[in-house]
């Protein structure tokens, strides 16, 4: 990427309006539903790091639960990372080893994709923070920023689903600004990007480019709407352009709820009008 390109667009982001919209979005959300509490699966990475510190900042410590599910592949670092961001936040903090849950169902297919085991980690580790947050009488917390969805980063019924999500409207790069505003470790912060779902895993080496290029053109071309030949003449290659709109549009069926074959006018989950509007 064209060093002059990234500065063009690179765009401000004002971390302590962003903490008050956050905050008092996650404290909006779990008041509708007359919970107190929220859940939170805590990798080590600075997304879940993130997400707990504002679930914090709103909502107080005790109204928090970190949980931590390593598997037996898992750097040591993410765990220990995890408990000292939990033991720094004040939470109520949980350690669910997934090996046993997930190996036997590994084992019975050897021929496994690295991409199809991660899959079966992911959505284990998100029934486990179902089943706490129905224990617990909480919701629980989505932890995935905007690159992730936009680029389709993430496992349908795994990391994307949640009662709510703090920073789906964050790009990567504000995620770090704002980790960074509120004072996480370095240790979190400054380290490379990985869902550590296999050994020397990590976020860049598997989509292609960084984050930081995907940032800046995803922000062109879907914040500003700009289309490709206009971003091209900003400096960024063609090449890397149609890669990412390639993933974009690929992955659209991530962004959205199942499509629902329609037989009359009404819409499912709109199945009363609202006050004020009779159709529906």
């Not at 849950?101 to 992911?122: D, I, Q, W």
């Not at 680029?151 to 990567?172: E, S, V």
């Not at 370095?186 to 990590?202: F, M, V």
């Amino acid at each position: 990427m064209n060093p002059k390109a990234a500065k063009k667009v690179s765009s401000a982001f004002n971390c302590e309006e962003s903490l008050g919209s956050l905050t008092g979005f996650i404290r909006s959300e779990v008041g509708k539903t007359g919970f107190s509490k929220v859940v939170v699966g805590l990798s080590g990475g600075i997304d879940s790091s993130l997400c707990a510190a504002l679930a914090v900042h709103a909502l107080g410590a005790r109204n928090v639960i970190g949980v931590m599910m390593p598997y037996e592949t898992s750097t040591a670092d993410s765990l220990s990372d995890a408990r000292q961001l939990a033991a720094g936040l004040g939470i109520d903090q949980r350690l669910v080893e997934i090996t046993p849950m997930v190996k036997p169902y590994l084992e019975r297919h050897p021929g496994m994709s690295p991409v199809r085991r991660g899959n079966v980690m992911a959505r284990m580790r998100m029934i486990v923070l179902y089943d706490i947050s129905a224990a617990e009488n909480s919701l629980v917390l989505g932890t995935g920023n905007k690159t992730e969805y936009l680029l389709g980063y993430c496992t349908l019924w795994g990391d994307t689903a949640c009662a709510f999500n703090p920073l789906g409207d964050l790009y990567k790069s504000q995620v770090r600004a704002l980790a960074a505003y509120l004072g996480l470790p370095e240790s979190i912060t400054a380290k490379t990007p990985s869902a550590d779902l296999w050994s020397g895993q990590t976020d860049e080496d598997e989509l292609g480019f960084s984050y930081d290029e995907a940032d800046a053109l995803l922000e062109l071309l879907i914040d500003r709407g700009l289309e490709p030949e206009e971003v091209e003449e900003l400096g960024f290659s063609s090449r890397l352009i149609d890669t990412i709109l390639e993933r974009v549009e690929r992955t659209q069926f991530k962004r959205r709820l199942p499509p629902i074959a329609k037989l009359d006018h009404r819409k499912t989950g709109a199945e009363r009008p609202s006050p004020g509007n009779k159709h529906y």
